[in-house]
């Protein structure tokens, strides 16, 4: 993504609500991240951002941040927000209603809101309430920051990152038979640490069963930023092993996706509480289809080569994150082909 500095007042705003809405980062799923700014006379009256769903929208915070003995100047300040406000009662009021009501001078947006339920509806109000509103500042900025959101909107499909880390030689791995043997670790503690936070970034983590066998992972986001995913383990043959940590550690939800006939043969009780399982398909398609449906917005591939190959086969992802290690192993297993 191109980035410049913004330099107009209006993008030195709207800058400020994309740093507002990203405060929230990995914890507003499934609903965007959203900041707002209220400007009186080249000042900051008030400002604020949508923390969770659930939580009040970005506008309403902005509003209520404003002092007491400022509001009066709303009629001549200018109102910045990332995202149209929104112009349908679901768990808050439409915020283009509370904004027709104050009625700002000018309401600046970043971009429109493909949500079905706003989808252009909430600059309409506002038009409607005879408020200028400047559409488009910063927009690409906007759509980056909300790319799993938007992903989800208009494609009806999970955002989906594929993460590897390859040697110079391109493998992912030594060859290894068994868990006893240890897998190759490219990363540095650093890597590792973002790679955590790139799991906080996501709804969902999935591996393959072979990868969850071999490796045992956790799965966790132990980043300290962002929210928990829920662990997908992928399956097509066998049933995993209950030992597996990702089964045993309740610290996040782990749902083991099957093929139909596998799905009938899970003994009652054979996984704890936080675990579940759901039928599917070896399809990526169908896999992505049924992840939507269970309201998962962003998906992280972490392995093994098979699933990675699986995603870059389908041509259904919108981002690699490789880590390119400089360190060549001679053999492995190969890295997946782009
Ligand atoms: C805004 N400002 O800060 C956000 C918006 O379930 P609700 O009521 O929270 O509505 C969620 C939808 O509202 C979400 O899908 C998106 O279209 C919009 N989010 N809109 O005006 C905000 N977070
Ligand atoms: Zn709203």
Known sequence: MKRTAP????????????????????????????????VYKDKIIGEGYHHYAGAPHAEVMAWRSVPEELRGLVGEATWYVSLEPCAHYGKTPPCAELIAGLRPARVVVAMLDPFAKVDGRGVARLREAGIEVSIGCLEQAAIALNRHFLVAQTLGRPYVTLKWAESADHYIDRLRHDA??????????????????????????????????????????????????????????????????????????????????????????????????????????DLLTLLRSQGIESLLVEGGAQVLQRFLDSGLYDELNVEHAPVELHDGVPAPNV
């Not at 993008?11 to 209220?38: D, F, H, K, W």
């Not at 240890?182 to 591996?207: E, T």
């Open 180 to 285: 006893s043997e240890a897998p190759y670790i490219f990363s540095s503690p650093l890597r590792q640490r973002s790679v955590h936070r790139l799991r906080g970034l996501h709804d969902a983590i999935l591996v393959g069963h072979h990868t969850a066998e071999l490796d045992d992972p956790l799965l966790t986001n132990r980043s300290g930023c962002g929210g928990q995913p829920i662990r997908l383990l992928w399956c097509h043959s066998r049933l995993p092993r209950p030992e597996l940590r990702m089964l045993q550690d309740a610290t996040a939800r782990t749902i083991i996706l099957l093929p139909p006939t596998l799905m009938a043969q899970v003994p009652d009780g054979q996984y704890p509480p936080h675990v579940s399982c759901l039928a599917t398909t070896g399809e990526v398609r």
């Open 7 to 38: 330099t107009t007042p209006d993008e030195i705003y709207m800058q400020r609500c994309l740093q507002l809405a990203a405060l929230a980062q990995g914890r507003t799923s499934p609903n965007p991240m959203v900041g707002s700014v209220i």
